[in-house]
């Protein structure tokens, strides 16, 4: 099924998303002391080999934006981090397809300086000029086609090609081998539903691409070569291992328990926790040996720390 820009645009245009995006109760434990810290340590990784002088700009593009936590993430980053603070003045541009995304994110942030947002399809709009990191987060790229990630990356890696720039370009993809849909393991593009969303709108599902590191991997050298443009390297991470949204949910796993509920309770002073809660058995779903090899050390790892 291909999803077309109007019908992207109106995923986000016709739910209250940006309301869940800036309501208090989606920044929950595991986001704040887990996804967040990690997501502000893989940027820093992917920062750390572009080229620059102190007090040069640091030129990011932020593609899938939404109401601007990626330049949250990012600013706070280069303002805290000891090795960074003070290193680089950041021009920021975040690109979003959902025009209330972007006059969001203008409202909370268009004030700042070297900050801007623009509403554009990444698939079909050429980018103007150089950046130095192509940023995504929230998973952008997985509302997209298999087809049109690679038509996306294109675009990305025709641009570096064109200004002869060294940079980094963060694809943020949701993972097709996490506990939380093992029945969904043999697919790679299902419909999806958001519905750990506060409002009742975003519970409606919608296709999405789930990806393997090795089916990323393709997608992106084949962009890169296509366009003639060479990859120093590939590094791949999950940001939410065991702890997804749809661990609480077990809308797609309903044999899970709430790990999610379960992380955030102990990481509140205020609750208790039965740790025994903590372990737990799932069914695999079909996935490559070595996928099945990790889940079976990664259970023998928990198991010995108890």
Not at 100 to 117: D, P, R
Not at 211 to 233: D, F, R, T, W
Request: neutral net charge.
């Amino acid at each position: 099924m291909k999803v077309t820009p109007e019908q992207i645009k109106s995923v986000y245009d016709q739910s209250n998303a940006v309301q869940h995006y800036l309501s208090k109760s989606r920044r929950d434990g595991v986001k704040v002391d887990w996804e967040e810290p990690f997501s502000r340590s893989v940027f820093k990784q992917a920062i750390a080999p572009v080229s620059k002088n102190k007090g040069e700009k640091l030129r990011v593009v932020d593609v899938g934006s939404g109401t601007g936590d990626g330049y949250v993430l990012l600013s706070t980053l280069l303002l805290k981090d000891p090795e960074l603070s003070g290193r680089y003045e950041l021009e920021y541009l975040g690109v979003d397809i959902s025009t209330q995304m972007v006059e969001t994110a203008i409202n909370l942030y268009g004030n700042h300086s070297n900050v801007g947002f623009e509403c554009a399809d990444i698939r079909t709009s050429k980018l103007a000029r150089p950046f130095d990191l192509y940023l995504s987060c929230g998973v952008p790229y997985s509302h997209l086609t298999h087809k049109e990630l690679d038509q996306a990356l294109k675009m990305i890696v025709t641009n570096v090609c064109e200004n002869r720039s060294r940079c980094a370009v963060i694809v943020d993809v949701l993972g097709r081998y996490s506990i939380e849909w093992t029945p969904q393991w043999q697919n790679s593009r299902w419909n999806y539903s958001m519905s750990f969303f506060q409002s009742e709108g975003d519970k409606d599902p919608t296709w999405m691409s789930f990806y393997s590191h090795e089916h990323l991997q393709e997608i992106m050298q084949q962009a890169a070569n296509a366009v003639g443009c060479p990859v120093e390297k590939f590094q791949f991470f999950d940001r939410s291992i065991m702890v997804g949204r749809h661990t609480s949910t077990r809308q797609f796993n309903p044999g899970l328990p709430k790990y999610r509920d379960l992380v955030n309770s102990l990481l509140s002073p205020s609750q208790q926790t039965d740790l025994s809660q903590l372990i737990f058995r799932v069914e695999l779903g079909a996935a490559p040996e070595h996928i099945l090899d990790f889940f079976r050390k990664f259970s023998r790892a928990c198991l010995q720390t108890q």
